[in-house]
């Protein structure tokens, strides 16, 4: 039986949050083959299954989305990556028991292979940096629009600096209404 496909996990300040990795062959001199799931690994790093993938598009660079969780009692894990252009990705902890309730992760996602999870209890968000980025979900659990639930994405509490500042290109109406930090009522 073959071995399951190395991916490597980094943990990232936030506990629970890392990046995927996956480890990367190179099959000829402009070609390079990888697997991109393998349910072994993931179960060997304790990721959940994926049940739900999908994928977003924005035309314009600076498009702000979030910062987003589905609430219990479909909670769900999401495996964030690019599959054009890149993103300033945002992940706040909203767990109230946490103590790094309300501090938040950012990193750069560019086009590729690398991924970050966001497990249950984050909200997530992003501002594209490129015209035309294209965004790629993997979820443990299908969306539920009624259980969407979000925090105000430019909240001051929250610190988090946005390469649009206060300015962003696109901003969709359900994430102009999220509540702040302050009065959020998270499950988590």
């Not at 790094?100 to 990193?107: C, D, E, I, L, N």
Request: glycine residues 6%.
């Amino acid at each position: 039986m073959n071995e399951p496909a190395a991916i490597r996990a980094t943990p990232l300040p936030l506990e629970g949050l890392c990046l995927l990795e996956p480890a990367v062959t190179e099959s000829a001199p402009h070609a390079r083959f990888s697997y991109f799931h393998d349910e072994r690994a993931f179960d060997a790093l304790g990721l959940p299954r994926i049940v739900q993938q999908h994928a977003s598009r924005y035309a314009p660079r600076h498009t702000v989305r979030g910062l987003h969780f589905q609430t219990v009692p479909h909670a769900q894990t999401k495996i964030v990556g690019v599959a054009h252009g890149r993103i300033h990705d945002v992940v706040v902890d909203v767990r109230r028991a946490s103590p790094t309730f309300g501090r938040h992760v950012a990193v750069e996602l560019v086009a590729g292979w690398r991924r970050l999870v966001v497990p249950p209890g984050f909200a997530h968000g992003f501002c594209t940096l490129e015209p035309d980025t294209e965004v790629v979900f993997a979820l443990s659990d299908f969306n539920t629009t009624d259980l969407l639930r979000g925090l105000q994405w430019n909240d001051p509490e929250l610190g988090i600096e946005w390469p649009c500042a206060d300015a962003p290109a696109l901003l969709f109406d359900i994430d102009r209404g999220w509540p702040a930090l302050r009065v959020l009522d998270a499950p988590f």
